[in-house]
């Protein structure tokens, strides 16, 4: 009891050798959590749907995409961007067609978590480039997957960049504001101005489509989806232009 009484006193924690424990505690248990993210990440397995691996050739590892009418697509993608939907149950029924602009709208127009998203192209580019024996062995598939994911991504980003330069433009362009895309005040805004996850979406604004990109594009450099020579080549043709 006496030593609780201690322990509840500030005093006790302002004390040089204390505050030099509490601080190499917190150290210690943030770089636990951080290494467990970083593991999980750089696998690919958030969601148990590796990109790479032998583990891939095996019948059932990811979930065969299915053709659909157009509406089955779309309440299935509000489903994809709501959390409380187990992918689980979603992988039963993976939609067969959106690919490249298609593939990148609904991401935004459902504003969907970027896990989520992640575990949906992974299971899109993993149906269009199959993994084989031959190419497990040598890697083929993976690099194919990667460039293939990464282009995409650069020509959507392109046309994003079109998109607000024309509206930018246009005397009746009213979207705002035109400057700092990722900073924080600039992101409370747009997360304001994104559509909400599930039930009737409309066309989200280029300035939020650019927003999720790039939030995206962060997250897949991280777990290695991306290849980052062709973003930066396609970044400086941007910065000389």
């Not at 290494?35 to 148990?48: D, I, T």
């Not at 157009?70 to 299935?76: A, L, M, Q």
């Not at 330069?165 to 705002?176: C, R």
């Amino acid at each position: 009891e006496a030593r609780e009484i201690v322990l509840s006193h500030i005093s006790y924690f302002c004390k040089p050798d204390i505050v030099g424990k509490c601080k190499e505690a917190l150290k210690k248990r943030l770089r636990a959590i951080n290494e467990s993210r970083a593991q999980k990440r750089k696998a690919g397995q958030v969601y148990g749907v590796p990109l790479s691996g032998s583990l891939l050739i095996k019948p059932g590892v990811y979930p065969e995409q299915r053709p659909c009418n157009e509406d089955s697509r779309r309440k299935w993608a509000e489903a994809l961007a709501q959390p409380n939907k187990r992918l689980r149950l979603l992988s039963e029924h993976v939609p067969h067609g959106y690919r490249r602009k298609s593939l990148f709208d609904v991401l935004t127009r459902c504003n969907v978590p970027l896990l989520r998203a992640t575990w949906f192209v992974k299971v899109t580019y993993l149906n269009q480039v199959r993994p084989t024996s031959s190419s497990i062995s040598t890697g083929a598939s993976d690099n194919q997957r990667s460039n293939q994911w990464t282009k995409d991504v650069v020509e959507y980003l392109q046309q994003l960049l079109d998109e607000f330069n024309l509206k930018e433009a246009h005397p009746s362009f009213k979207e705002q504001p035109s400057a700092g895309l990722i900073s924080g005040a600039t992101q409370v805004k747009l997360k304001h101005e994104a559509p909400s996850a599930g039930g009737d979406t409309e066309e989200p604004l280029v300035h939020f489509k650019w927003w999720y990109m790039v939030r995206l594009v962060q997250w897949h450099l991280t777990e290695e989806l991306l290849v980052p020579s062709v973003l930066i080549e396609w970044l400086c043709y941007q910065l000389q232009v």
